[in-house]
């Protein structure tokens, strides 16, 4: 029986405004080459100044993953040769780092908790890109010096399914506290996995570290992968060999790329051109006061507070903005049920109709909870709010207003309901002869033909009380 060790490398680009040692714009998506400057091009004399909301981020990460804090900070420089790196050196922190010896719970459902250990969270700037394209290679360097910040795992990750959970909800998180946008596609967050097997109790075996992973699946399905190949070749008697491997996606393997540096072979020393970097108290103490409640922490609360299922709350919880939402239409007093029911279903279908993220939407808390108080006092039925929901999508009005356009306003006024269900009494006189004679059933047809009279707008609760008086009264 063999025992499997999985540890990540996380890279998330933090949301700033400018680049992490000089001025330039940090922004994806920019014209080639547009976002340069002699700093991040690494001209001859030159001087690096840090970015303090790059500093501020980075700590924020570090005290959701309640690492310890060193008191001093220092860059160093990485030595490499690599054509997205001008400088032949990437500004990083080696061996002290923002924050050490932390940790992240993962929520693997049912109540049941994994603490992962965090070995460090380190500042370090981004490299350009390459693009390959027709036998020639073309460098833009706009993502050079844009603040990267790594978080490094230990060993603690058992299967590939663990890693996935892992990364989704470590993704969760850092949206949550708005340091990245997390978006794997892009490139704003990614992630490289080592893995090793070994016999059980003989601890970490030899790794390998797999690349080119940018999904969670993708690191699922390639740490899978390498753990069947490192079980193959040990049971046969053979030795893995210490390597960088690419993930493969078209084909759904991992093929070896390098043998691996050791950190002896960057060269680190101290860069001579950034002072030690000492965080000031008060400067700290602001940053844990700005921490919001985590997914983990919210998740449970909404359980225990509005007595939400796991799978609700796991939903509404998923993105800040959501959990927001719903805490606000509670206090306008939608009961939370309905609430959570209404974010994941209907809201979240005209979500994926419209393309839009939900901030960016007309629809309020304010509005979809006047919405669904008006079902509840039965001034407008369940399959009208729908429809008012799609309108307020796109006419961006308010929903009192859409169900008067609309015309959806339920009958609830007793007379007028009065006089449509004694007429219909009075047409089906046997029908009601069959009710009085103990067919229940079939008051659904003359509610049928109640709602077909009224073109679908007579409270249901009400007018089946009606027909029910009527039918009784004569009998
Ligand atoms: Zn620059």
Request: glycine share 8%; proline share 4%.
């Amino acid at each position: 029986m063999y025992q499997t060790f999985i540890g990540l490398e996380i890279h998330i680009h933090l949301i700033t405004n400018s680049k992490v040692f000089c001025s330039c714009r940090n922004e994806f998506g920019a014209e080639p080459n547009t976002n340069i400057c002699p700093v991040c091009m690494g001209y001859p004399g030159v001087l690096p100044s840090l970015n303090a909301e790059a500093v501020r981020k980075s700590y924020q990460v570090c005290m959701a993953l309640d690492c310890t804090l060193n008191e001093t900070a220092i860059f160093e420089r990485k030595n490499y040769f690599y054509p997205d790196m001008p400088k032949n050196y990437q500004i990083s922190q080696f061996a002290f780092p923002f924050g050490i010896n932390g940790f992240f719970d993962i929520d693997l459902g049912g109540g049941t908790v994994k603490r992962i250990r965090i070995h460090d969270v380190h500042l370090e700037e981004d490299a350009g890109k390459m693009i390959h394209s027709g036998g020639v290679s073309f460098l833009d360097y706009n993502r050079a010096g844009t603040p990267l910040l790594e978080i490094v795992t230990e060993p603690d990750l058992a299967s590939g399914e663990e890693a996935e959970i892992f990364l989704q909800q470590f993704r969760q998180m850092v949206r949550y506290l708005g340091v990245t946008d997390g978006n794997m596609e892009e490139g704003s967050m990614r992630c490289d996995a080592n893995v090793s097997i070994n016999e059980q109790g003989k601890g970490l075996g030899i790794k390998t570290e797999v690349k080119n992973l940018n999904s969670s699946r993708f690191v699922n399905k390639a740490l899978e992968y390498e753990i069947k190949r490192h079980t193959k070749v040990i049971s046969a008697g053979g030795t893995i060999i210490q390597e960088t491997r690419l993930w493969d996606e078209d084909r759904n393997v991992t093929r070896s790329m390098r043998t691996k540096e050791s950190s002896n072979d960057y060269r680190y020393f101290p860069e001579p051109d950034l002072p030690p970097y000492l965080p000031d108290k008060d400067f700290l103490q602001e940053v844990r006061e700005s921490l919001v409640e985590l997914p983990l922490a919210r998740k449970g609360r909404f359980m225990s507070e509005y007595a939400l299922s796991e799978s609700s709350a796991a939903f509404v919880t998923g993105e800040k903005e959501i959990a927001d939402f719903f805490e606000k239409m509670v206090q306008h007093g939608v009961a939370p049920q309905t609430a959570a029911r209404w974010l994941s279903g209907d809201v979240q279908k005209q979500l994926n109709l419209s393309g839009e993220s939900l901030k960016a939407s007309a629809l309020t808390p304010e509005r979809l909870s006047r919405l669904l108080v008006m079902v509840e006092d039965g001034k407008i039925s369940r399959d009208a709010a729908k429809k008012v929901l799609a309108a307020i999508f796109t006419e961006n009005e308010e929903p009192e207003k859409l169900v008067k356009d609309l015309g959806l306003e339920q009958v609830s006024n007793k007379e007028d309901l009065e006089k449509v269900v004694s007429e219909i009494v009075n047409a089906h006189e046997k029908v009601a002869e069959a009710i009085r004679n103990g067919a229940d059933k079939q008051i659904g047809f003359l509610m049928g033909q109640v709602m077909k009279a009224t073109a679908g707008k007579a409270n249901p609760k009400i007018a089946q009380q009606l027909i029910k008086n009527n039918i009784f009264k004569q009998g």
